[in-house]
Nanobody, 119 residues
Framework: QVQLVESGGGLVQAGGSLRLSCAASGRTFDDYIMGWFRQAPGKEREFVAR????????YYADSAKGRFTISRDNAKNTVYLRMISLHPEDTAVYYCAARRLVVAQWNFWGQGTQVTVSS
């Protein structure tokens, strides 16, 4: 059973930075894509970034380009989201997700970690 556990959220001032972690377990992930999503109060969950576990190919939402960096540590089975120059609009619950390369649906999710950016 795939398990994803996020950590690293918290309260930060505008302009600050955070690094979120997602510890993955339950199987090998060579044929998986790992992603970060976020959901702000009153809004739908939105895609932030993704990375292919094996090749390390990344893709970002426009809102994340230039400020967020997704990476993975294969030895630790952990995916990271480094966020800099945070804005109050980045306040949300951030979720780690996983899906197989050949499947369109993100079918494994973590419990989320709260990120709050104060102005």
């Amino acid at each position: 059973q795939v398990q994803l556990v996020e950590s690293g959220g918290g309260l930060v001032q505008a302009g600050g930075s955070l690094r979120l972690s997602c510890a993955a377990s339950g199987r090998t992930f060579d044929d998986y894509i790992m992603g970060w999503f976020r959901q702000a109060p009153g809004k739908e969950r939105e895609f932030v970034a993704r990375i292919s576990w094996s090749a390390g190919i990344t893709y970002y939402a426009d809102s994340a380009k230039g400020r967020f960096t997704i990476s993975r540590d294969n030895a630790k089975n952990t995916v990271y989201l480094r966020m800099i120059s945070l804005h109050p609009e980045d306040t949300a619950v951030y979720y780690c997700a996983a899906r197989r390369l050949v499947v369109a649906q993100w079918n494994f999710w973590g419990q989320g970690t709260q990120v709050t950016v104060s102005s």
